[in-house]
C-alpha cells in the first residue's frame, strides 16, 4: 500500500491504526481517537445529518474535541467520507495488482 494517510488537511487527520490493521486513528487539534474496525465505513457512508447523532453513540467525546477547533460536524464529515473513500480505492488498487501478479 502506501505511507501517505487516508486523509490528511491542514486541521485533521485519519489514518490507519499504528499497532492494529483493522482499526483507524483520527486526530485534530492535540487529540486523537482510535476508530475501531467497521467504524470509518460506517461513518464515511453515513447520511449527511445524521454523522452527530451517531458520532455521539460511538464516542461522545470526539465531538467535544471539534468544539475546541474550528472543524464543524459537516467538515469531519467530509474527511471520514474521503477517508473511506481513499481505503477502498486503495483496496481496489491492491486487488487489481494482486490478480495481475499471478
Same mark, same amino acid.
Given at each position: 500500500?502506501?505511507?501517505?494517510?487516508?486523509?490528511?488537511?491542514?486541521?485533521?487527520?485519519?489514518?490507519?491504526?499504528?499497532?492494529?490493521?483493522?482499526?483507524?486513528?483520527? *486526530?485534530?487539534?492535540?487529540?486523537?481517537?482510535?476508530?475501531?474496525?467497521? &467504524? %470509518? =465505513?460506517?461513518?464515511? /457512508? #453515513?447520511?449527511? @445529518? *445524521?454523522?452527530?447523532?451517531?458520532?455521539?453513540?460511538?464516542?461522545?467525546? &470526539? %465531538? =467535544?474535541?471539534?468544539? /475546541? #477547533?474550528?472543524? @464543524?460536524?459537516?467538515?469531519?464529515?467530509?474527511?471520514?467520507?474521503?477517508?473511506?473513500?481513499? =481505503?477502498?480505492?486503495?483496496?481496489?488498487?491492491?486487488?487489481?495488482?494482486?490478480?495481475?501478479?499471478?
Amino acid at each position: 500500500m502506501t505511507d501517505e494517510p487516508l486523509y490528511k488537511d491542514l486541521e485533521l487527520k485519519i489514518d490507519y491504526h499504528p499497532t492494529s490493521v483493522e482499526d483507524h486513528v483520527l *486526530e485534530f487539534g492535540d487529540m486523537g481517537y482510535t476508530l475501531p474496525r467497521g &467504524i %470509518l =465505513e460506517d461513518f464515511g /457512508r #453515513t447520511p449527511r @445529518g *445524521e454523522l452527530r447523532r451517531r458520532l455521539d453513540s460511538h464516542n461522545s467525546m &470526539i %465531538l =467535544e474535541g471539534l468544539k /475546541r #477547533t474550528d472543524i @464543524g460536524v459537516d467538515g469531519l464529515h467530509v474527511a471520514l467520507s474521503q477517508a473511506y473513500a481513499e =481505503e477502498e480505492r486503495r483496496k481496489g488498487d491492491y486487488a487489481y495488482t494482486s490478480i495481475r501478479i499471478y
